[in-house]
């Protein structure tokens, strides 16, 4: 069965996001820093299994790299690693605060978490990743209308572009060979439309998403054998947010269940390698994979 690290996985989109692959059989590697809360999550994702599912539970800061090292290592126990999903976050202040006002410890902390972290725990992946066969076969980008790289819109319509300087990113340097998607895994990160619009109080937060949006497409022009999405979620009624802005009223935000058919989509139709809103993922045609 394929296999997944969903960091972040005790609560929230990470959890809803792991109940839907274990309810597909997928094997699973989840991480969260609160013991007690994990352990409770990964009872619920061997239930969801069905018992198809071999759930390994490890608690810890995704900032140890000791700790994602023993996360791709469990993953590699159970056979390789098909998707890897970057979802654990910090937000540098609880609450939001101005930037005149944010503390600059706590903007290291959200760079750490939302940067750093994801990077490292990349390179550590990047061979189990290579080698997957999940998506067994090569396909023309061109067959899906575009470059490969898929630039999903933003809430306000309008089309945002991370690579405005490369024609062709997905086969920079390489002067002969067609838009081909790979062949090996997929790497997800959860981004926010903070990283691409300028909301008061959510500098930090936001340059941290930023940051990570950028360094997503990076990755995604130097392994073109992989599939890198960056996913703006949207609006979500999550503990995240709540520390965010205590003082909003949560109840109209949709919950983060609601948010991983989108997600599900970039999978069953391989999509290519892009900046996702959850709209525009789930308008990604299907029918390739539904494992």
């Known amino acids: 069965m394929p296999v997944a690290i969903i960091t972040g996985a005790s609560k929230g989109l990470g959890r809803a996001l792991a109940m839907a692959l274990a309810g597909r059989g997928w094997d699973l590697v989840v991480d969260a820093r609160s013991a007690g809360p994990l ?3 990964a009872r619920e994702l061997r239930e969801a299994g069905r018992g198809a599912a071999r759930v390994v539970a490890l608690p810890g800061d995704v900032t140890d790299g000791g700790h994602r090292a023993a996360l791709v290592a469990a993953a590699g126990e159970l056979g390789g690693l098909d998707l890897l999903v970057n979802n654990a976050s910090a937000l540098g202040s609880e609450p939001l ?22 990077l490292g725990l990349v390179q550590d992946a990047l061979p189990l ?3 997957s066969s999940y998506f067994s076969s090569y396909e023309e980008v061109a067959s899906r209308g575009g470059n490969g790289l898929s630039e999903g819109g933003g809430e306000n319509g309008e089309t945002y ?9 997905r086969n920079a340097g390489l002067s002969d060979s067609p838009p081909y998607i790979g062949t090996g895994g997929a790497i997800l990160a959860l981004s926010s439309d903070a990283a691409v619009e300028a909301y008061p109080t959510w500098g930090g937060y936001g340059a941290a ?3 990570l949006d950028q360094q997503s497409a990076v990755l995604a022009v130097e392994e ?12 979500m009624r999550t503990d995240l947010y709540a520390a965010a802005v205590p003082d909003d009223d949560p109840s109209g ?3 983060p269940g609601t948010v991983v058919p989108a997600l599900l989509r970039l999978l069953d139709g391989a999509a290519p390698s892009g900046r996702y809103t959850a ?3 789930a308008e990604v045609p299907g029918g390739v994979s539904t494992r």
């Open 279 to 281: 709209a525009s993922a």
């Open 97 to 118: 605060v101005r930037l005149a006002d944010h503390p600059l410890e706590g903007l290291r902390t959200a760079l750490e978490v939302n940067v750093v972290a994801p």
């Open 161 to 169: 572009d991370s690579h405005p300087y490369t024609e062709n990113a």
């Open 39 to 41: 352990a409770e999550a």
């Open 129 to 131: 990743l290579r080698r």
């Open 209 to 211: 998403k930023a940051a």
């Open 253 to 255: 935000r949709p919950l």
């Open 224 to 235: 073109p054998g992989l599939r890198v999405w960056w996913v703006d979620p949207g609006d």
